[in-house]
Nanobody, 121 residues
Framework: VQLVESGGGSVQAGGSLRLSCEVS????????IGWFRQAPGKEREGVAA????????YYADSVKGRFTISQDNAKNMVYLQMNSLKPEDTAMYYC????????????????WGQGTQVTVS
């Protein structure tokens, strides 16, 4: 399984970014793709997740109403649209895949990308 994130960058507060995660080599039993972030000195935080089958979505309270996760199964892509960005959204953002339970039990994610940096000033 390979995950490649892109779309990070620097933006002013109130701006928007769209992160992309290209997923390849998914094996049977993989049914959840999630976005996480980690800022320096802070614990990794689950931001959003989506079930591959059914497209049920999950969001952290800190991003509800501002971030939207979506998928394009034909392109093997998952996106994270981030609007109304705040300085506290600054972090390295990672995508990850795992079984269905991973959407609610974050320790169940099995494969991770290398991350893309988001900086909000």
């Amino acid at each position: 399984v390979q995950l490649v994130e892109s779309g990070g960058g620097s933006v002013q507060a109130g701006g928007s970014l769209r992160l992309s995660c290209e997923v390849s080599g998914i094996t049977e039993g993989t049914n959840c793709i999630g976005w996480f972030r980690q800022a320096p000195g802070k614990e990794r935080e689950g931001v959003a997740a989506i079930m591959i089958v059914g497209a049920t979505t999950y969001y952290a309270d800190s991003v509800k109403g501002r971030f939207t996760i979506s998928q394009d199964n034909a392109k093997n892509m998952v996106y994270l649209q981030m609007n109304s960005l705040k300085p506290e959204d600054t972090a390295m953002y990672y995508c990850a895949v795992g079984p269905a339970v991973a959407c609610v039990v974050h320790s169940a994610y099995k494969f991770w990308g290398q991350g893309t940096q988001v900086t909000v000033s």
